[in-house]
Structures are given as C-alpha cells and as structure tokens.
C-alpha cells in the first residue's frame, strides 16, 4: 500500500509540474482537491471560467497523499481537504497563507451496496456488519490515513462493530476507490461519503451512520502559502460566497 500510495503521489506531483508552465500563459490556478470531491469542484471550476476567468486545474486525491506531496514542495495554489486534521498538519508547517482557511462543506457518511445486490442492514450499536460480508470484504479508504477510512473506522468503532471486521477490509488509496470496488462487484459493502454514492449509479445506499458515531465531516479550504497565482485568492472566495457554495449543494453536500 505505501509503495501504491508513493506512485500515486508521484504521478500526482508530475501533473502539478507540467501544469506549471501552461499557468504562465495564463491557465487558472492549480487546485489539490479531495477525492470525493469531483464532479463538484469541476462544476465550481466550470461556474468560476463562465465568469471570464481562465479554468482552475484541479487535481485529485486522498486528502492525506495531497497533503504529503504540498510538505514536498508540489507547485500548487489552493488545498481543499475532506479532513481538519490534514489541513491543521500543512497549516503547522507554515505552508498556508495567512487568513485564508475557512470550512465551508460538511457531509454524510453511508454504507453501500451494489445497487444489483440490496441489502437490508440497519446501522445501529453491534449491527450484524461481519455477517453480512461472509467470506468477502469491506471497501473502505485507507482506515489510518485518508479520512474517508477515518471517519469509517471511528463509526464501526463507536458502533462496537470494528474488532468483528477490521481483518475482513479491502483498504483503498481514496474514497473514489472504495466506491469503484463497490460499484463493479468486487466487494458487497462499502463506506463512502453520501455524495459519492449520489455520483455513482452502481450502488445505492444501505443505511446512514449517525453523525454522532464519527467526527464532523469538515472540508476546509486554503491557499497555499506558496502560491503566486493571481486568481488563488480570487477562486477561493468564490468556493466560499453564496453562489459556490449553491454548485456544491447540488452535488449533495452539506454548506456552511
């Protein structure tokens, strides 16, 4: 997994480079944002160059791979994370820029099935989880880093569920990839966020866990301390006003 997560991240950084000198001729700004953010941010990205202004680059990862390669000197301008935890740790190596953190979405956290094979469970303390799954395995995002797989296992564990299936995971290297394991088959339950199942048409939500099993789902939002980009400042207020904040609603997300 961690050699996985090292090319991604590679791979990642390469985009970010090669992004750099097309922002001299006048692209938008480069956005690190959260995997399950997609369809939202390009929407957000589409409604902000309607405006006139050159399209936002964006691209897209677990909110822990996005971090590291931001504490690597990636040539990035804006960080969007699904977590607080991922920006407190870029904001305390002095990576942002004063005064432009805000949290602005919030989100739910769902069990899925694949939409061909319902499931019944109903999420309460000790749910039947393990028995469910049988011989097959849960897709999550990584449980120790990406906060998808956080907020998943703080909510099996507060449930009394996690020590009858943390042996019975299929980890991914982010939210996006969870859902996919669920959407073709290859698991029979997973733990994504409720706007990555409202975009995937291959499954259908099982149950909701109660906000009160996992920390607040929190997606703040910063410019990078490093940046140089005229409109970094500029997109940032704009995923934040009323307006930005209306695309991401569309999506399903809660706002702030």
């Given at each position: 997994?961690?050699?996985?997560?090292?090319?991604?991240?590679?791979?990642?950084?390469?985009?970010?480079?090669?992004?750099?000198?097309?922002?001299?001729?006048?692209?938008?700004?480069?956005?690190?944002?959260?995997?399950?953010?997609?369809?939202?941010?390009?929407?957000?990205?589409?409604?902000?160059?309607?405006?006139?202004?050159?399209?936002?680059?964006?691209?897209?990862?677990?909110?822990?791979?996005?971090?590291?390669?931001?504490?690597?000197?990636?040539?990035?301008?804006?960080?969007?994370?699904?977590?607080?935890?991922?920006?407190?740790?870029?904001?305390?190596?002095?990576?942002?820029?004063?005064?432009?953190?805000?949290?602005?979405?919030?989100?739910?956290?769902?069990?899925?099935?694949?939409?061909?094979?319902?499931?019944?469970?109903?999420?309460?303390?000790?749910?039947?989880?393990?028995?469910?799954?049988?011989?097959?395995?849960?897709?999550?995002?990584?449980?120790?880093?990406?906060?998808?797989?956080?907020?998943?296992?703080?909510?099996?564990?507060?449930?009394?569920?996690?020590?009858?299936?943390?042996?019975?995971?299929?980890?991914?290297?982010?939210?996006?990839?969870?859902?996919?394991?669920?959407?073709?088959?290859?698991?029979?339950?997973?733990?994504?966020?409720?706007?990555?199942?409202?975009?995937?048409?291959?499954?259908?939500?099982?149950?909701?866990?109660?906000?009160?099993?996992?920390?607040?789902?929190s997606y703040p939002v910063a410019v990078l301390?490093?940046?140089?980009?005229?409109?970094?400042?500029?997109?940032?207020?704009?995923?934040?006003?009323?307006?930005?904040?209306?695309?991401?609603?569309?999506?399903?997300?809660?706002?702030?």
């Amino acid at each position: 997994m961690r050699r996985l997560l090292a090319y991604l991240t590679s791979l990642t950084m390469l985009f970010a480079a090669l992004a750099m000198p097309a922002a001299a001729q006048g692209s938008g700004p480069l956005v690190l944002a959260a995997a399950s953010l997609q369809e939202s941010m390009n929407a957000a990205a589409d409604a902000w160059t309607a405006k006139g202004h050159p399209r936002p680059k964006i691209s897209f990862a677990g909110s822990s791979a996005l971090a590291r390669q931001i504490e690597a000197g990636a040539p990035a301008d804006i960080f969007v994370s699904a977590d607080e935890p991922w920006m407190d740790e870029v904001q305390s190596k002095g990576l942002l820029r004063a005064k432009t953190r805000v949290s602005f979405l919030t989100n739910d956290l769902v069990l899925i099935a694949p939409a061909a094979k319902p499931s019944r469970l109903k999420i309460r303390p000790g749910f039947a989880l393990a028995a469910a799954l049988g011989p097959n395995r849960l897709a999550v995002a990584d449980t120790n880093a990406v906060p998808a797989g956080v907020y998943a296992k703080q909510a099996l564990t507060r449930l009394k569920v996690w020590p009858s299936v943390q042996g019975k995971l299929a980890p991914a290297e982010n939210v996006r990839a969870a859902l996919a394991l669920v959407s073709r088959g290859a698991a029979p339950l997973g733990i994504v966020y409720s706007t990555d199942a409202r975009a995937e048409p291959g499954v259908r939500v099982v149950d909701t866990f109660p906000a009160s099993s996992h920390d607040p789902i929190s997606y703040p939002v910063a410019v990078l301390a490093s940046s140089r980009h005229k409109d970094a400042e500029g997109f940032r207020r704009f995923l934040i006003s009323a307006e930005g904040k209306a695309v991401f609603r569309r999506f399903g997300f809660g706002t702030r």
